[in-house]
């Protein structure tokens, strides 16, 4: 296991999180203006200002560190240290007055996620995972289940639009085709909701670092598997990733779904 | 409009709600035993433990009235008063740790549903609506909103695998192909959020009484249009439904949304 990582690291993720939650409460369920972006995905009022937020907070206590967020440009791309920003994953959940979407935050350290935070701020529900610690609900530690296999696994994606590509989408439906049931519209909650035991596999396509990046602490501290559908460890970068991600409450079940996406071989 | 209904059914019926939120709350996310029924739907102890819990208050508050419930036999059919009661709409979501089912009851008088509570513990919100009273959630009024066209509306069903008929996959594939957006995985809970303004159009299928007779009061009583997908006020009966449910915030997106259905005339 990786050396434990600071505690003043998290303590700063922890209040970043606390930061954009009054922001997001803010907007919640009131009539906003929502911009479509270049590919069609919404952007609120809420999303900007909660980067803004964050990043003023980063830029006053971590000047050296780089930054990469969903609304604004990347800063400092080659720091050591680099935080990974997703103010509202969930953008259509937030705007339609559903609580399943929230803030990503996650920090890498030369490259390597050490630390994820996904924080619902409706419901009020924090979790945390960082290299070195059991990952955490609202400070309990939580754990993934394993031992059940592909008949018997709920499995998550946000929903079937997010399979923009013929070949995922074949995947994606034979998958689900093995699973005991299949269920859409979680956005990153579905990962907290399998690190927390409840759900047995997330699959999803077009993801992109900052929907990602703060994910794989949280599962991998609760004793999950996170890989892209090949197994391989997801990109984390802005650019050159697949986007394609698979998430499992354990290694077998991991492997089985691999196995049914069946992706043809490159 | 209707004569108001009697503030003491609408306090009865708050205080089932309020008396199925705890045994909710105790199973939520506990390893529970989940039995498949014999249409392959999940139902666990809490389903019956709520329902029995109502179903024992009832039998002392209002012994004459009828009850229809989803995992119990119909008593007293022929009453004037009939509580029609789904213990956890979204059973899938309960059991997979979504805060997105809610506990549902509604009141039937001589056929009519004149009193609908929508509660979902977690959050701990809970609409209700009743003839001759504006709907609200926690008290507060709320209203649906309208003026907005095909293009622009946010469309929820809680998920593709309810529309079990092709001729229906057809028809909501045509609905989801004019829309802004599609969003799925929000059982009874989209309703609550059409009826609080953030949605537009809720439209599903193979609904029984149980899972719609809340939502007409509730939606009605904040100004949306609720009906089956002909228009026609749903049958409120446990035989003859079609289990197709339209809801829109106004009565010009229905009408839009139902010409966007285009089903075939019989």
Redesign the interface.
Known sequence: MAAALDRSLIALALRLAEAAAPVAKRYF?QPIPIDDKADASPVTVADREIEETLRRILAQERPEDGVIGEEFATTRPSARHTWVIDPIDGT??F??????FGTLIALLYEGEAVLGVISQP??GETWLGAAGHASTLNGAEIRARGGRTLDQA?L?AT???IFTRADERDAFARLSGRVK??????DC?AYG?LA?G??DLVCEAGLKIYDYAALLPVIRGAGGIVADWTGAAPVLAAEGTTGRILAAGDAALFAAAQEALALPHP
């Open positions: 369920r259509r959940s705007i339609t007055g559903k609580p399943c409706i419901t709920y998550y929903g079937p639009e049931n299949t269920r859409f519209g979680a909650y909701l927390l409840c759900v």
